[in-house]
T-cell receptor, first 111, second 115 residues
Framework: DAKTTQPNSMESNEEEPVHLPCNHS???????IHWYRQLPSQGPEYVIH???SNVNNRMASLAIAEDRKSSTLILHRATLRDAAVYYC????????????FGQGTRLTINP | KAGVTQTPRYLIKTRGQQVTLSCSPI?????VSWYQQTPGQGLQFLFE???????NKGNFPGRFSGRQFSNSRSEMNVSTLELGDSALYLC??????????????FGPGTRLTVL
């Protein structure tokens, strides 16, 4: 399985942008990168996924490096509700559904 | 559309007992996965099912087992409980299986405490 590396924790202020980095140097050229997050006392929830180009949805943006060895999850205006553990997840091996969760990045949002 | 439901939400057992946890996927979803979450090990994959067949299994002892029914509902069983089995057990469902990407939807989990 491919591996990812994320900072253990990050801190930001409310209504400011947050950039969460992830290194995934071992993924192949056809693999998607997924991001999930886990709010306190809840199960993980999907945030976004991408392959090559930058991706946007109502929750966040995903900027993928040209060499695909890293990506950055961008929360444009963080709210207190965005305080969570964010997981950058490598692609499962072909045909499988399992998600391999690392330690993730614990994001703290200051009011 | 209702989300993934798991029952029971909380459970207290003693060492040596066995336990069965239940998961109902989102209507129309055919793939179910199970994960264990502990403070020390984080989120770890247990197994995944599609079309009533176990497709993949994580690195857990044989005391952990599961199954999927024809309506896609799934159960997992842990026999001869140990203190270290205390954890949050999460179920996730997805629409299909085997594609390059299938978003997974997680339930709220079952909190198991082994005394």
């Amino acid at each position: 399985d491919a591996k990812t590396t994320q900072p253990n924790s990050m801190e930001s202020n409310e209504e400011e942008p947050v950039h969460l980095p992830c290194n995934h140097s071992t993924i192949s050229g056809t693999d998607y990168i997924h991001w999930y997050r886990q709010l306190p006392s809840q199960g993980p929830e999907y945030v976004i996924h991408g392959l090559t180009s930058n991706v946007n949805n109502r929750m966040a943006s995903l900027a993928i490096a040209e060499d695909r060895k890293s990506s950055t999850l961008i929360l444009h205006r963080a709210t207190l509700r965005d305080a969570a553990v964010y997981y950058c997840i490598p692609p499962p091996f072909r045909g499988a559904q399992k998600l391999v969760f690392g330690q993730g990045t614990r994001l703290t949002i200051n009011p | 559309k209702a989300g993934v439901t798991q029952t029971p939400r909380y459970l207290i057992k003693t060492r040596g007992q066995q336990v069965t946890l239940s998961c109902s996927p989102i209507s129309g979803h055919r793939s179910v996965s199970w994960y264990q979450q502990t403070p020390g090990q984080g989120l770890q994959f247990l197994f995944e099912y599609f079309s009533e067949t176990q497709r993949n299994k994580g690195n857990f002892p044989g005391r952990f087992s599961g199954r999927q029914f024809s309506n896609s509902r799934s159960e997992m069983n842990v026999s001869t409980l140990e203190l270290g089995d205390s954890a949050l057990y999460l179920c996730a469902s997805s629409l299909d299986y085997g594609g390059p990407y299938n978003e997974q939807f997680f339930g709220p989990g079952t909190r198991l405490t082994v005394l």
